[in-house]
C-alpha cells in the first residue's frame, strides 16, 4: 500500500510529506520501501499568522478558522505533489499529523490536544482517505498524546545490538529508548530547536528564524549564569511519561529568563547557551539509560554545533544520523505518520502504553473518505512488530 505521511512539528516552519510503500508479511514484519520525500516552507504569510496565535498569544475563534483552513489546503497542496511525483498518482492513503497549536498540559498531566490543518481539504483535492487526529484518542485513553512516533521506533531499532535509541530534535526534542528495566520509555526531553528558533528571530528582528550551520552559537559564548536560570526549569525532573511544548518554551518564557539572569538583549552569547542547555538536557534524560547508539532525526541535525555539543556530553554513545538506517532526517517523522495512518486503516493500535502512559493500546485518529467509498481492509492476523526498511526505487 502507497501511503503518504505529512508532518509538521512544533517549529511550525514547513510541511513535508514523505510517500513509502507498506507491506505486512504473516509473521508481523512491516516492509517499508521509501519513494521519496517533498517539503516545502508555509507561505510567509500563513508562517506569520500561525506564530503570533500559538502560545501564549490569546486568539480568536475566527482566527483559529482560518489557520485550520489554510493549513489543511497547504497539505492538500503538497500531498497533490506528492502524490504525482512521489507515486506517479497511486497512492492509497494520505496520514496528516497536522499542526500542533496547542497541547494541554499541567502537573504533568495532559487534558488536550488540537491540531489543525482540516483533513477534508486534503480528500477533497486528492480524492484519496485521509487519516488524521491521531493523538486526541490517547489522551482520552489517560496518555501524553506524544511522544506517539515511539511504537514506529520500537519496532524501527528492534533487533539492534546493544542499548539503542531514537532522538528527534524538533521545535521539541523527544527520546525513544529502553528504560532501565527494559521496558520502553519515551518522552519529550525539552526544548530541541524552539528556544534558539526564538532567540535568533528576536535578535535578527526576524529576518531569520534558525541558527543556520550553528554560525551564531559558534560565534557566542555560554552565559553560565543564564544556563543555570534555564537548567533549573521544574519540567527536566519530571519523570516520564511527560511532554511539553510552545505553551512552555517560547519566547516570554525566554525573555522572563534573560531578565532574571541579568542579560539586556539577546546576543550570541544567548543562542551559544539555548544550544547548550539542549544538549544538556537531552544528555542528562540519555545518560541514566546507558545508551550505546543515538538515532537522530529533526532539524537539530542540521546544526553542527548542537550535534558536537551532544558528542560531547555523550561520549560512549555512538550517534548517528537516521538516514543511516534507511529513514532520512529530514523527513523521519513523516514516514513515521504514514506508518501510524497504515495501522489506523487496519485497525491497528498506533500508541505505546508504556511510553505515553495510556490506559492500554488503542487504534488512533480518524479517517476521512476520499472520492470513493471507504473499503476498509480486515486487520491482519498478526499485529506488526519489526518495522524493516527496505531500500527504495
Known amino acids: 500500500m502507497k501511503v503518504i505521511g505529512l508532518m509538521s512539528g512544533t517549529s511550525h516552519d514547513a510541511v513535508d510529506a514523505a510517500a513509502a510503500d507498506l507491506a505486512l508479511t504473516p509473521d508481523g514484519v512491516l516492509c517499508l520501501t521509501p519513494l521519496g520525500t517533498l517539503g516545502r516552507p508555509y507561505p510567509d504569510e500563513l508562517r506569520t499568522a500561525l506564530a503570533a496565535a500559538l502560545p501564549p498569544a490569546a486568539v480568536p475563534m475566527s482566527e483559529v478558522c482560518r489557520l485550520d483552513t489554510r493549513i489543511g489546503q497547504a497539505f492538500a497542496a503538497l500531498a497533490v505533489d506528492a502524490d504525482r511525483e512521489l507515486c506517479a498518482g497511486g497512492s492509497q492513503l494520505i496520514a496528516s499529523h497536522g499542526q500542533t497549536v496547542f497541547h494541554w498540559a499541567e502537573h504533568g498531566r495532559v487534558h488536550g490536544t488540537l491540531q489543525i490543518g ?94 543556520a550551520d550553528g554560525a551564531l552559537a559558534a560565534a557566542g559564548r555560554v552565559h553560565q549564569p543564564l544556563l543555570e536560570r534555564l537548567s533549573a526549569e521544574p519540567y527536566y525532573r519530571l519523570p516520564p511519561p511527560k511532554t511539553t511544548g510552545k505553551e512552555l518554551f517560547h519566547g516570554g518564557y525566554l525573555r522572563t529568563a534573560l531578565r532574571a539572569a541579568g542579560v539586556g538583549a539577546v546576543t550570541p552569547d544567548v543562542i551559544a547557551t539555548l544550544t547548550r542547555l539542549t544538549a544538556r538536557t537531552v544528555a542528562d534524560a540519555a545518560r541514566p539509560l546507558r545508551l550505546t547508539e543515538l538515532v537522530v532525526s529533526g532539524g537539530g541535525t542540521r546544526n553542527p554545533v548542537l550535534m558536537e555539543l551532544l558528542r560531547r556530553e555523550l561520549p560512549d554513545t555512538v550517534l548517528r544520523l537516521s538516514d543511516g538506517l534507511g529513514l532520512p532526517a529530514q523527513a523521519k517523522e513523516a514516514y513515521a505518520f504514514a506508518v501510524l495512518g497504515f495501522l489506523t486503516l487496519h485497525g491497528l493500535a498506533g500508541n505505546a502504553p508504556a511510553c505515553t502512559g495510556a490506559r492500554g493500546p488503542r487504534i488512533l485518529g480518524s479517517i476521512t473518505p476520499g472520492r470513493h467509498p471507504l473499503a476498509l481492509p480486515a486487520p491482519p492476523a498478526v499485529a506488526p512488530h519489526t518495522l524493516t526498511v527496505l531500500p527504495g526505487p
Open 118 to 211: 482540516a483533513p477534508a481539504w486534503i480528500a477533497e483535492a486528492t480524492g484519496r482517505p485521509v487519516a488524521a487526529d491521531f493523538r486526541p484518542r490517547d489522551v482520552a485513553a489517560g496518555g501524553q498524546g506524544a511522544p506517539l512516533v515511539a511504537l514506529v521506533d520500537q519496532m524501527w531499532l528492534r533487533g539492534r545490538p546493544g542499548r539503542p535509541a531514537a532522538l528527534n530534535l524538533g521545535g521539541i526534542a523527544n527520546l525513544t529508548a529502553p528504560g532501565p528495566d527494559g521496558t520502553a520509555l519515551a518522552f519529550d526531553t525539552g526544548p530541541g530547536n524552539a528556544l534558539i528558533d526564538a532567540a535568533v528571530t528576536e535578535l535578527t528582528d526576524g529576518r531569520a528564524t534558525f541558527d
